[in-house]
């Protein structure tokens, strides 16, 4: 069964435990790469061809408008299709309840057709929020899996855990 780990994440300024903090690697790459150790598969980063702010305030008050709009930002590059995949895993932060909207921009130009798809979020308190009923709207024809919210103070020592879930996935 081929694996395909679809992810966002957010490097520079991050809300972590009640503080902005400057990462060199988002929590969401951190976990999508636990995924690939744990069941193998390609890793495919969501990039937008505008940058968010540096500034973490400045960056959500922009994901907030996006997500208010229904905004798609255009992507640096996009899949061309999941055909060759069985399991998708669908990564991102917890953006207002859900996520990023460059995140929907890719999922929607995509055949969900008979694929397996679970919802991975890293989060700040907001557990999955909204993500998984969302992914259900976008991801027409998918099967869905059990979904794994990862504190993302946590995501480095999250291994163990992100393993186990991801193996029992698949």
């Known amino acids: 069964m081929a694996n395909l780990i679809i992810y966002y994440s957010r490097k520079g300024e991050n809300y972590v435990n009640g503080s902005i903090k400057n990462l060199a690697k988002g929590n969401t790459e951190i976990v999508a ?19 968010y702010s540096a500034d973490y305030y400045e960056c959500i008050d922009d994901a907030k408008a996006e997500l ?10 996009y899949l ?28 929607e130009k995509l055949d969900w ?37 990862v504190h993302g103070a946590d995501a480095a020592k999250s291994e163990k855990t992100v393993a186990l879930w991801a193996k029992k996935s698949v």
């Open 33 to 51: 790469e636990f995924i690939q150790k744990a069941v193998g598969g390609d890793l495919f980063e969501i990039e937008t061809v505008k940058d």
């Open 68 to 77: 208010r709009t229904g905004a798609r930002p255009e992507l640096k590059k």
């Open 80 to 107: 061309g299709g999941i055909g060759g995949y069985d399991n998708i895993f669908v990564c991102g932060p917890c953006w207002w309840g859900t996520f990023p909207m460059a995140v929907f921009t890719q999922l």
């Open 113 to 149: 057709s008979g694929k397996r798809v679970m919802a991975v979020m890293t989060h700040e308190g907001s557990g999955l929020g909204n993500c998984e009923r969302d992914l259900k709207k976008i991801c027409a024809g998918a099967l869905f899996g059990k979904g794994l919210a």
